[in-house]
């Protein structure tokens, strides 16, 4: 199968091929890197519910993206970037060490890692099934440690990848020689995932996955203990479908905090080689210590045509309930033309 996860990710990029000495490797090793840029422009429609104003409802964005790799000491090492939004910042980048045999060791300012690479992977054509709703936050998400910031150390043994992350003090992204520069210490944070496929186990076309994580809410808040984030998935595909469950915890340390349970499930379908749709529904429960609990309840279709390097994509989302506030709705329909060169 091919679109069934995170449809962010943009395929069919041109390299653009280039010699150059990679600014970010010279200062390891003066060496020549082998470059390569790719990028895509995304022009939007978005309609948001009745009791909105959408106003211009018109957008686009464009992603560049450098890539740079080169061998150092014996040792290969990669470097990404990522500009988006009329290049008015670097959105991620990630500083990699390949060291064989002993896994990849890496430095993370937003590309992703640890739990946070299995928030959501339930199969969807297009964006998941949250996307674009109102909250600043998007409930029942895990990922202790955070994308911003953390060490990543990768790894795999007998078929199973292991995706670990580790932030000391709060998360986002610093320039060197920066702090966080925060009057209390905020908390760490560590987390893994674990995923894998039924291929070595006489169930193919079963990926699969796990993690869990811990963070420390530091000095900031008074607390009886570490906020655990924890999830598991299964997707299966067979011939052009594929469905997938997904079942989330989020435990806060203080006797204030409220916990989330998730789940979900979602099921993509490639009606021919260009033509993909998903529908999917997620439940959130807020278990609230001092009031009623509330449940969250969404859903989304999704539909993704791919011609080359076109693609066009839309999606309907909606949830009741939404982030822990009773007979609070919300919808969104977007429809997006992405090329990628």
Excluded: C
């Excluded at 150059?20 to 895509?40: N, T």
């Excluded at 995706?163 to 000391?168: H, I, M, S």
């Excluded at 994580?213 to 655990?228: I, L, P, R």
């Excluded at 021919?272 to 509330?294: H, K, M």
Aim: aromatic share 8%.
């Amino acid at each position: 199968m091919k679109t069934i996860t995170k449809g962010k990710n943009m395929n069919n990029f041109k390299k653009v091929g280039l010699t150059a000495l990679a600014g970010s490797l010279a200062a390891i090793s003066a060496q020549a890197a082998e470059m390569s840029v790719s990028g895509a422009s995304v022009l939007t429609y978005t309609s948001e519910d009745s009791t909105e104003v959408t106003g211009n409802p018109m957008g686009m964005k464009t992603n560049l993206s450098f890539t740079a790799s080169g061998e150092v000491n014996g040792y290969t090492v990669s470097y990404m970037q990522t500009s988006a939004d009329q290049f008015a910042g670097m959105s991620s980048a990630r500083l990699s060490v390949d060291m064989g045999d002993l896994g990849t060791i890496a430095f993370d300012q937003g590309s992703g890692s640890g739990l946070a690479t299995i928030d959501d992977k339930t199969p969807t054509a297009a964006e998941e099934i949250w996307d674009g709703l109102d909250g600043l936050t998007v409930g029942g998400l895990v990922g202790a440690a955070g994308n911003s910031g953390v060490f990543n150390y990768i790894q795999s043994y007998a078929g199973v990848k292991l995706n670990a992350a580790f932030r000391k003090g709060g998360a986002g992204s610093r320039a060197d020689g920066a702090t966080e520069g925060s009057a209390t210490h905020s908390g760490s944070a560590w987390d893994f995932a674990l995923t894998g496929s039924g291929d070595d186990y006489g169930a193919p076309g079963l990926l699969w996955g796990t993690g869990y994580g811990e963070s420390d809410a530091g000095e900031a808040t008074s607390t009886n203990g570490d906020n655990e984030h924890m999830t598991v998935f299964a997707n299966y595909s067979y011939g052009p479908a594929t469905f997938g469950v997904q079942l989330s915890d989020i435990k806060q340390g203080s006797t204030a905090g409220v916990d989330e349970e998730v789940e979900q499930w979602g099921i993509a379908f490639n009606v021919n080689e260009n033509l993909s749709i998903s529908y999917g529904e997620r439940e959130v429960e807020y278990q609230n210590p001092s009031a009623a609990n509330v449940m969250e309840e969404g859903e989304g279709i999704a539909v993704a045509y791919t011609m080359g390097s076109i693609k066009i994509a839309g999606n309907r989302n909606n949830v009741e309930n939404n982030n822990n506030t009773a007979a609070s709705n919300d919808e969104m329909t977007e429809i997006a033309v992405s090329f990628a060169f």
